[in-house]
């Protein structure tokens, strides 16, 4: 495995992931029962911003960056900003990016658990030694896909599969995707599982949503931000999330958030979003609109 996250902490996709990785987290909290997080590739969990790999890329100066001095953000994106900047690592200043896990472990309540997998030996050292003492989370140094048979149902009952693979081939990887998701979703159907997908060629991510539209679970949302037009397979032009088993009302949580997202990361060209339910609570597959710029965002479905 070549990829190496550090190159690209803090970046767009980053920050997309991360604002609906919240929400999510937010739904579970909603319920005083504990809940259980579990990721599939947790990486190392917290990335220098200062460092030679951040500092190769530039990437989280058009992320994370952008926030640093925006005002009047909605709530939820304001608690995200805040969370990052106000943590011990930044209070000199923008130095360090937390990954999914620190973000997600710094929310946990009691009772609440986060199992962590991570395959590729280095990264999974430093991951053990982020969270060493917190009993709380449990490091795995194995496979993550492989994992989830082992880790699902959890013993909460409750909870979130965040799945960030990185789609070195991304074909091949849709494929352990899916093969991973069908047992998963057999033994924890009522699992909330939430998939991370780079966009390039729109061409390349069709085929992935229409065949999780048949995977057995009654609401599918999509979450997607572009910087880019999507048709150049040269470079990441934006990038989404696919939420199975969907919480109530996270489209409304994401709305208005994704909308000032869509301002605040704008390239050279008005960015665009997608946010629109691929099946509704009633398992019924929903037309499927097309980009709209940020001030455009469809509003909420009628649904019961």
Same mark, same amino acid.
């Given at each position: 495995m070549n990829y190496r996250h550090a190159y690209h902490a803090g970046n767009f996709a980053d920050v997309l992931k991360h604002v609906v990785l919240l929400a999510l987290i937010e739904s579970l909290q909603a319920k005083p029962t504990p809940f259980c997080y579990i990721d599939t590739h947790a990486g190392s969990g917290n990335y220098p911003l200062d460092g030679f790999e951040a500092g190769k890329t530039g990437?989280?100066?058009?992320?994370?960056?952008r926030l640093h001095p925006a005002e009047k953000l909605p709530p939820l994106l304001r608690r995200w900003r805040d969370g990052i900047l106000g943590s011990a690592d930044n209070a000199e200043g923008l130095k360090r990016y937390p990954g999914s896990p620190l973000q997600v472990a710094r929310l946990l309540r009691p009772?609440?658990?986060?199992q962590l997998c991570e395959l590729h030996t280095e990264e999974a050292c430093k991951l053990r030694d982020l969270f060493r003492g917190n009993h709380q989370v449990h490091v795995h140094e194995r496979d993550g896909y492989e994992a989830l048979k082992a880790l699902v149902p959890p013993q909460e009952k409750r909870g979130l599969v965040l799945i960030d693979p990185p789609y070195e081939a991304q074909d091949a990887e849709y494929k352990l995707i899916e093969q991973a998701l069908k047992p998963a979703l057999q033994r924890w159907p009522t699992g909330?599982?939430?998939?991370?997908?780079p966009i390039k060629l729109r061409s390349q991510v069709q085929p992935f949503l229409r065949r999780l539209q048949h995977s057995g679970v009654k609401r599918v949302l999509r979450a997607e931000l572009l910087v880019h037009p999507d048709d150049s397979p040269l470079r990441l032009n934006g990038s989404g999330m696919v939420i199975l088993n969907a919480p109530w009302k996270l489209d409304d949580a994401l709305?208005? /958030?994704?909308?000032?997202?869509?301002g605040l990361l704008a390239r050279e060209h008005p960015a665009t979003v997608k946010l629109d339910w691929l099946l509704d609570e009633a398992g019924s597959q929903l037309n499927t /609109?097309? $980009?709209?710029?940020?001030?455009?965002? $469809? $509003?909420? /479905?009628?649904?019961?």
């Open positions: 990437e989280f100066k058009d992320g994370i960056a009772g609440d658990s986060a909330v599982y939430a998939v991370w997908y709305r208005e /958030p994704l909308r000032v997202l869509a /609109p097309s $980009p709209l710029p940020a001030s455009r965002l $469809p $509003p909420r /479905p009628n649904r019961r």
